[in-house]
């Protein structure tokens, strides 16, 4: 396995949850974007956030930007996702995926690996 992903779960709005998504060494060492995607109920996969590795830039959907963050520990060979202030619509599987070599950021066929997704559901 060369991403898991962990951390969902249940909660109500306005509460937080932090995801993890933790790499093989070989996969964390080789990324230049790790980022994190998401599915709804219904909807298309949509880009969440990324961090770029050179320089930890990060970059946000205008959706989640001011609530999520994403940081790194290199010493776990992990990245995560805090989400803040969720809100129903937060709902989703969220899927962490890195790339070894990247132009948009945004575009999810440009990652190379996939987590198996871990559900977040947000009550109202």
């Known amino acids: 396995v060369q991403l898991q992903a962990s951390g969902g779960g249940l909660v109500q709005a306005g509460g937080s949850l932090r995801l993890s998504c933790t790499a093989s060494?070989?996969?964390?060492?080789?990324?230049?974007?790790m980022g994190w995607f998401r599915q709804g109920p219904g909807k298309e996969r949509e880009f969440v956030a990324a961090?770029?590795?050179?320089?930890?830039?990060?970059y946000y959907s205008d959706s989640v930007k001011g609530r999520f963050a994403i940081s790194r520990d290199n010493a776990k060979k992990t990245v995560y996702l805090q989400m803040n202030s969720l809100k129903p619509e937060d709902t989703a599987v969220y899927y962490c995926?890195?790339?070894?070599?990247?132009?948009?950021?945004?575009?999810?066929?440009?990652?190379?690996?996939w987590g198996q997704g871990t559900l977040v559901t947000v009550s109202s």
């Open positions: 995926a890195q790339a070894v070599g990247i132009a948009t950021i945004t575009n999810d066929d440009e990652y190379d690996y």
């Open positions: 060494i070989r996969t964390f060492i080789s990324t230049s974007v």
């Open positions: 961090i770029r590795w050179f320089d930890d830039n990060t």
